[in-house]
């Protein structure tokens, strides 16, 4: 009996001295965390000042579109190269815009790292020197994939499209990651057309940390799914990293900005001289454009809904208190109005009321675009550039 309970008294002994020695390894793993998470807020506190410093190199920014994307059918260094040349940079520097958004199509950059044998071998190189002279210039460089389809369907429907995109980003990035972390900054995607916000907060994520693994300096600039519209942005939460820069477009009311457009709204394609800001009168006679009742009633809208400046500030604030709420810097990186049918002066009154209501909250802008369908200059091939003052004006920029 003496022999049992001796041998109880060293099992409850030896078992006391396991849940002491657990207990104590419990109580260092909570100090251990209790320090860490802390140094963690701590280093995600320093990459959020870091953000918010540099965004102030994104005041005043333009779109250089239509160059190293959204022109499949020709990316040969003869387009590229009379499309936007040196002088066309240097003249951005000029007119007062501080950087410019870079859009790239991710199929002949993909064909030109992977040494595919086309006629785009030398993209990525040609992309180099359009980067290197944006820099030179003193201009800071948005780098967007800006994909179109079946790219982008693919990253929508496809774990391997994803797979394939965060591959890309992660050579994209070590690629450019020996250039100034202070003015070239990673855009994830343009409008990424993911109607699943859950699922692009995922993509994003995935491709966030890959441009972090190989670019631990570098800026990066998230967005919302779908048309990265306000409501987008409005569904995401901030990724963990915080030397990220948070993005949206403005195109609102679409009805005036995109009349005469053929790839919006089918019946937009008909409509012309659609006044902003509009009154009953003007709207009357820009009805009579449209005979469908449904298109109609889509037109009127604009009218009904009372789309002016205090309108727009309005829907500019609610971006602004999302930022506001996480602490998070902001930009929008797409806005402007169709220029073909479109009346100039309500065009140039449209410009001026979105860029002092993003300025009136402190962000950031980029017009789209430069010499485009939306743009600041007109250019033909082989004729000198011409520069709409009005437009430059409406920006709040010094002009040449």
């Known amino acids: 009996m003496l022999q049992s309970n001796s041998r109880l008294v060293i099992v409850a002994t030896v078992f006391h001295s396991v849940l002491k020695g657990f207990e104590v390894r419990y109580r260092l793993a909570l100090l251990l ?3 860490a998470v802390p140094a963690a807020a701590q280093d995600r506190g ?3 000042r870091t ?8 005041k005043h920014g333009i779109n250089a579109s239509e160059w190293f994307a959204q022109h499949a059918s020709d990316y040969s260094a003869a387009f590229t190269g009379r499309y936007t040349d040196e002088a ?3 003249l951005m520097a000029k007119l007062g815009f501080d950087n410019v958004r870079l859009s790239i199509d991710p199929v002949p950059l993909e064909q030109s790292m992977n040494h595919w044998g086309s006629s785009n071998g030398d993209f990525l190189a040609r992309l180099d020197r359009a980067v290197d002279a944006m820099l030179a210039n003193g201009l800071a460089v948005q780098i967007d994939i800006h994909p179109e389809e079946p790219y982008k369907q693919a990253v929508k429907d496809d774990n391997e499209g994803v797979e394939r995109f965060v591959m890309l980003w992660r050579r994209l990035a070590a690629h450019y990651s020996n250039r100034d ?3 070239v900054f990673f855009e994830v995607m343009n409008e990424p057309d993911v109607h699943d916000p859950y699922r692009w907060a995922g993509i994003q994520a995935a491709a966030a940390e890959a441009i972090r693994e190989v ?3 570098h800026t990066i600039i998230a967005t919302g799914p779908n048309w990265s519209d306000i409501i987008d942005l409005l569904t995401q939460h901030p990724l963990p990293d915080g030397n990220v820069i948070y993005n949206f477009h403005f195109y609102e009311p679409n009805q005036f900005t995109h009349q005469g457009a053929s790839w919006s709204n089918p019946y937009l394609i008909y409509t012309h001289g659609i006044a902003y800001p509009a009154d009953e009168s003007s709207m009357n006679e820009v009805l009579k454009q449209v005979p469908d ?3 109609r009633f889509a037109l009127e809208r604009y009218w009904l809904d009372h789309w002016d400046a205090h309108r727009i500030r309005l829907e500019i604030d609610a971006a602004a208190a999302w930022g506001k709420t996480y602490n998070v810097p902001l930009i929008c990186n797409e806005f402007g109005a169709y220029r073909r049918v479109t009346d100039p002066a309500s065009r140039m009154n449209w410009i001026h009321d979105v860029r002092t209501a993003l300025e009136a909250d402190s962000i950031g802008w980029t017009m789209w675009d430069y010499r485009g369908g939306f743009g600041v200059v007109w250019k033909e091939d082989g004729q000198p550039t011409k520069v709409d003052d009005k437009v430059v004006e409406a920006l709040g920029l010094k002009g040449r």
């Open 33 to 35: 965390l209790a320090l």
């Open 46 to 48: 320093a990459d959020m």
């Open 215 to 217: 670019a631990p300096k």
């Open 293 to 295: 009742f449904a298109d």
């Open 51 to 58: 953000a918010f410093v540099r965004v102030q190199h994104l």
């Open 88 to 90: 066309d940079i240097a």
């Open 181 to 183: 972390p202070e003015k």
